[in-house]
């Protein structure tokens, strides 16, 4: 697995009204992935020590053939202008600091619900081990 992370600071008006934000982050999370099947999963972090107002999001691809696919579906969704249109709009929520892609070790280390014994165990894909814990 390789996982696509970006960071976005909220905006004044995302901390004026985080209510709102998180409604909104809810449904722009429904529609925006729906049309990329590449992407295998989404998790979402907040910064709880540190920059404040600061999230960061893993979007996780099978491989770098997936994260081609995800590249390749946004521009075909960028040419609808509805789409495109709704997606810039999420410069009112947001302003993005960076991004990166990252990808799992290639041992067995890990537990818990952020454990990884194989690929499939990240912190973008749910565990089957959820609530395990060392022996």
């Known amino acids: 697995m390789i996982y696509l992370a970006y960071r976005m600071r909220l905006t004044a008006r995302a901390q004026q009204d985080m209510k709102g934000f998180w409604a909104w ?4 999370e ?7 099947p590449s992407v295998k999963g989404v998790r979402w972090f907040t910064t709880v020590i540190g920059e404040s107002y600061v999230l960061e999001c893993w979007a996780a ?9 995800y590249r ?10 509805d ?12 302003t993005f600091l960076d991004s990166r ?4 070790v290639p041992c067995q280390v890990g537990f818990g619900q952020m454990g990884a014994t194989n690929s499939n165990h990240s912190p973008a894909a749910p565990s089957s081990r959820a609530g395990s814990g060392p022996a």
């Open 25 to 28: 982050l809810e449904e722009r």
């Open 83 to 94: 789409w495109e249109a709704r997606r810039t709009s999420q410069g009112e929520w947001w």
């Open 61 to 69: 691809f099978e491989d770098e053939a997936g994260w081609g696919a």
């Open 101 to 104: 892609i990252v990808g799992d």
């Open 72 to 81: 390749s579906g946004l521009a075909t969704l960028k040419r609808d202008a």
């Open 30 to 36: 429904r529609w925006f992935y729906r049309d990329l």
